[in-house]
C-alpha cells in the first residue's frame, strides 16, 4: 500500500485497467427502527442516487495497492481497512485469487457526509476488479459480497432508486422518474455512523421511548413517498422527505440547523440532513433554483461548498478499460 496521490497512467489504461464510476446516494426516508440484539437497526431506507460521482480504477499490480485524488482524501485510509481493498480483497478470496490490483480512487463524493462515498467506492471497486480480473461474477454474487461489507454498499452497485429493508442492504428496486433537482451543502467535517446511531438511541433513551426492537415498531416505506418518486413530482416528495437520524446529527453537529435554514430561505423545497450527515440535502423545484439555492449556500459561510446534483443517476457503471 502507498499514501501516494498517483493518477493511473495512460500506460496503466492500455494494459487493461477498469474504470468503473459510481454515485452518491441521499436518503428520501429514513425510517429508524430499534437497536436490534446485533446492534445494528432495522430500517425503512428509501435511496435515491444522485449525480455526484467518484470513480475508481482498477489496474494490474503486485499485490494490494491504494492510492486516491481529490476532494479530502487526506481523511481516507490508504490501507487495507479502506472499504475498497476490502471489496477487492473479498472477491478474490471469493474466488480463490490472489487480490493483485491498484485501486486508484478520484474523489468527489463528500468523505463521511452521510452521502454513502466509502460504500460507492467498495461497490465501484468490485466491479472493477471482477472485470480487471475477468471474472464474470453473478450480479447475485456481487450483491451478496456488498452486503457483506456494508448496509449501503449494495445500493451503490444498483443506483436508482431503491428500498432498503433489514439493516439496509435488503434492497427492493423503486419506479422512479424525475429529475429532481437537488443540491448538496458539504460540512467542513465528517460524522461518524455508528456515533450518529449512537445518538439516536441516546435520544430516544432520554425521552422515555426506550431504544429497542421491543420498543419501537419495525419501521415502513410512506406510500406517498413512493408515489413521489413515481410520479416525479418535487413538491410531493418534499412532503414526505424524512430521516430519523437527522435529530442525532443535529444534537452532535448544531450548526447543520443554520445551514438548513439557509437554503430553505433561499427557495428550497425541503433541506433534510443526508442519511447519517453531515451534508444538508435541499429539493429544489427546478434547476434554476437550484442554482440560486448553491450560490446562497456559498456565500453563507454555513457551509464549505455547495453542490447542486440531479436524481436519479445509475448505479456503478464501468466506463471502460
Ligand atoms: O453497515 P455499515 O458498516 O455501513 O454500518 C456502520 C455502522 O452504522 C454500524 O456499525 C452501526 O453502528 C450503524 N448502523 C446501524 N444500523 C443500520 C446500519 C448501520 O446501527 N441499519
Known amino acids: ?64 495497492r491504494i492510492t486516491a485524488e481529490g476532494r479530502d482524501t487526506e481523511n481516507i485510509p490508504l490501507d487495507a481497512t479502506n472499504l475498497a481493498a476490502r471489496a477487492a480483497a473479498a472477491l478474490a478470496a ?82 422512479v422518474s424525475g429529475p429532481f433537482h437537488w443540491v448538496f451543502a458539504v460540512a467542513d467535517g465528517g460524522l ?18 426506550g431504544d429497542t426492537i421491543d420498543d419501537i415498531p419495525v419501521p415502513a416505506a410512506d406510500p406517498a413517498l413512493l408515489a413521489a418518486l413515481r410520479t416525479g413530482d418535487p413538491h410531493a416528495l418534499a412532503a414526505a422527505l424524512g430521516n430519523d437520524l437527522q435529530a442525532a446529527a443535529l444534537s452532535l453537529r448544531p450548526a447543520l440547523a443554520a445551514t438548513l435554514r439557509t437554503g430553505t430561505d433561499a427557495g428550497a423545497l425541503a433541506a433534510l440532513v443526508s442519511g447519517s450527515g453531515p451534508t444538508c440535502a435541499f429539493l429544489a423545484p427546478d434547476a434554476d433554483t437550484a442554482a440560486k439555492i448553491a450560490t446562497t449556500l456559498t456565500e453563507s459561510a454555513t457551509c464549505l461548498a455547495a453542490r447542486p446534483a440531479t436524481a436519479p443517476a445509475p448505479g456503478a457503471t464501468v466506463l471502460g478499460r
Open 192 to 209: 461518524s455512523t455508528p456515533a450518529v446511531y449512537r445518538e439516536c438511541d441516546r435520544l430516544r433513551q432520554e425521552s422515555g421511548t
Open 1 to 64: 500500500m502507498t499514501a501516494a496521490a498517483t493518477p493511473v497512467s495512460d500506460a496503466g489504461r492500455a494494459s487493461g485497467a477498469v474504470t468503473v464510476r459510481v454515485p452518491a446516494k441521499v436518503n428520501v426516508q429514513l425510517a429508524v427502527g430499534g437497536r436490534r440484539p446485533d446492534g445494528f437497526h432495522d430500517l425503512a431506507n428509501v435511496f435515491l442516487a444522485v449525480g455526484l460521482y467518484d470513480e475508481v480504477t482498477a489496474a494490474p499490480a503486485d499485490g494490494l
Open 94 to 175: 471469493r474466488h480463490g485469487i490472489a487480490p493483485d490490483v491498484h485501486l486508484h480512487i478520484v474523489k468527489d463524493i463528500p468523505v463521511a457526509g452521510g452521502m454513502a462515498g466509502g460504500s460507492a467506492d467498495a461497490a465501484a471497486a468490485l466491479l472493477a476488479c471482477d472485470a480487471l480480473w475477468g471474472l464474470d461474477t453473478p450480479r447475485d454474487a456481487l450483491l451478496e459480497i456488498c452486503a457483506e461489507l456494508g448496509s449501503d454498499v449494495p445500493f451503490s452497485l444498483v443506483g436508482g432508486a431503491a428500498l432498503g429493508e433489514g439493516r439496509g442492504e435488503l434492497l427492493t428496486p423503486l419506479e
